[in-house]
C-alpha cells in the first residue's frame, strides 16, 4: 500500500496487464500467507500496547511530519480522501499507546484489520506493478512515518518489507520504506526504553512522535538493514491510467466528482442565527447532522439546495430525561451537558462520511470530536456561543473572589483535558462563527453573525407609562444578582424579578421587590432591564425587551454591543459604582418612551 496520488496520464508500454489468472493466482497465494500468519500469531502474537499519558512522557525523542496531499490527479481525489480517511482511523489505534522495553510494535496488531465494516475506505495500493483502488489503501504513509521516528531512537526493527515500486507523486526516503499489507506484511520493532507514541492528523499533514521520560540523545540511529536499490515509479492509477481492456480498469464515479468539497454540519441544538448561517452555506452534496427531526434548518421541498439530512430525535428524548434527573439528583447540570455531548459527537463520529472535507461543528461538539481525531485531515469552522472554557473559567475564579459567599460560583468546571483540546482545537479552527459580541472580540478569523431581533412592538400608550424595573433571573451570582440588590438597597426603586432564588435564603429580604414569571410580564412597560451578568449566552429575553422600547443595562459578556444613545449601556461584571452611575441617570428619565 502507499499514498493517494498520481498526476499523470501514462499507458502501459506494449498494453501489458495482469490477466484474471494472474489477479486469481495473487488472491490465492495472499491468502494462503494470511492463514500463515494467523496461524503464527497464535503461538507468538505481539500485545496490544496499553494507553499512556503525554504528561508521563514529557520529551519528544523524534518527530515525523508527512504531508497528505501530494497533488494527485483530481479524478484520483476520492482515493486522497480514502487515504485520509484510513489514516484517521489507524492513528487512533496507536496515537498515546505505551511501548515497554522488550515488547514488540506490531502495526496490524494495534490498527487492525483494514476492512469495510471497522470504517476503512478505498486508497491506494501498488500491486504487481500497477497502483489500484483497494481498501484500506494509503497506510503505507503512517508505516513509513513510524519506522522512520523508530530508527531515530535507535529502535531494532524485527520486520520490515520495502517498496518495489512507488507512484510518482510519492517522495522516496529510504528511511521511511516500509510497505504493507494486511495482515502478512508487517511493521515490527522494540526499543529498549519506554516510549509513547503520538500519531495524528493536522489539517495538511500526517504527524507521529515518539516521546520519552528522559532527554534524546545526541547521537541518531543509522538504518543500514539490506542494500537499498530505488523502486521503479508508476505514474498512474487505474482511475487515471489508459488502459480500459484491463481487467482492473476502473473510474470514479461521477457523483463522487460532484461530491468533491462536500461540508458536515454537525449541531447540538436549533439557534436561529446558526440555522440561518446553516441554511444559507448548505449544497447538494452537504451532509447535516443535528438531534432533531423536524428542525428549523430546513428548506422548502422545490429547493435543490436541501442537503442530506441525518437527525437523531432519540437523542433529545435521552437528554431531557438525563437533564431533569440531574436537578433531581442535586448532581450539577453542566456534568449532565458535558456527558451528552459526549454521546452525541461519538454518534457523528460514526455517521460523518468520511469524503467530507470541511466540517462547521457546535462548540459543545468540537473537544470530543478533535479528541476522536474526527477533525485531522479536515478544515473545520466552529459554532461558537460560549467563552473558550480557560476564560471561562478565569473569569469565575475572579467572581468567587469577588463574592466568596455564593456557592454556585463553583459549578461550572470542565475536567483539565477538556480546557486544554478546546484550546488547541480553536486554536486549529479556519474560521470562528458566532452572533456573541464578547466572544467575536477574541478572535481575528470570526464570522459574526447579527442577533435574530424580534420586531419593534412599542406602542404609544400616554395613559400607561414604561416605569418597571426588572431583573432576568434566576437569582445567581453569575446573573449579577448581587450588584442589582446593592442598586436596589441605594437607590430605593422597587425591582421585578424573574425566575427562582439560587443563592442564599431570602436574597431579597426586605426589599421592595416583586416575583413574577416571563408569561406574566407586561413587556410594554419595561423601563429598565438590569442583567450585568458574568455571561449571557443566548440574549432572547434581553432582546425581546429592548424590541418593546426598554433601557438595557448589560455586562458585555451579555453578547450585544453597546449603544448609549439606543439605550444600551455596558458595565463591568461586579462593577456596582458604574451601574450606580448609570440608574441614577436612568431613572431620572423613568417613564418615557425609548426613541431608537
Known sequence: MTTTGGNNEIARPHAVYPSLLAMASFFARSKGLQSKRVAANSFARAPRLREGAATDFPFVLAESTSTLNTGCDPREHPLLLGKIQNLRLACRGIHHRVLLPGEIFSFWRQVGAPWGLRGFEIGREVREGCVIPTRGGGLCQLS???????????CEVVERHRHTALPTDVPYDPRRDATLFWNYVDLRFRTIIPVLFEAYLTGESLVVRLRGKVPPTSIAQVDTANALTAPRRIGASCYSCLQKACARHCSPSEAAQDRLGKVAFLLDD??????????????????????????KVRRDRSDKQLARKHAYPLFRIRRAW??????????????AHFELAEFLAAIYGRHTHYDVEHVCVAQTLLPHLWRAGLLGGRTFDVLMYRLPVKTLERELDKATSLYPQSRTLAEFRAPEWFAEVEEEALAAARRIVTPHAQI???????????????????????EKQKDLIV???????????????????????????????????????????????LQQLPWRSIHTVLQPALFEYWP???????????????????????????????????????????MESLLASRGNLLCV
Open 144 to 154: 513509513g512515518s513510524l519506522v522512520e521516528v523508530a530508527l531515530t531512537v535507535g
Open 270 to 295: 436549533s439557534q436561529p442565527e446558526f440555522d440561518r448561517y446553516v441554511q444559507d452555506s448548505m449544497r447538494p452534496a452537504d451532509q447535516l447532522l443535528c438531534p432533531y427531526s423536524s428542525g
Open 322 to 335: 438525563r437533564l431533569r434527573s440531574a436537578v433531581s439528583q442535586g448532581v450539577t447540570v453542566a456534568k
Open 440 to 462: 467575536a472580540a477574541l478572535f481575528t478569523n470570526v464570522i459574526k453573525l447579527a442577533w435574530e431581533r424580534p420586531e419593534k412592538t412599542i406602542e404609544v400608550d400616554f
Open 471 to 517: 431583573f432576568f433571573g434566576p437569582t445567581l451570582a453569575r446573573k449579577g444578582a448581587y450588584v442589582v440588590r446593592e442598586l436596589v438597597k441605594q437607590l430605593g426603586f422597587a425591582l421585578t424579578v424573574v425566575g427562582a432564588e439560587f443563592e442564599e435564603g431570602h436574597f431579597w429580604r426586605g426589599l421592595p421587590v416583586t416575583h413574577t414569571t
Open 540 to 582: 432572547r429575553h434581553l432582546l425581546r425587551a429592548y424590541a418593546a422600547g426598554s433601557r438595557l443595562v448589560v455586562s458585555p459578556f451579555c453578547g450585544i454591543e453597546e449603544d448609549r444613545d439606543r439605550g444600551i449601556y455596558h458595565v463591568p461584571f461586579g462593577d456596582t459604582a458604574s451601574a450606580l452611575a448609570i
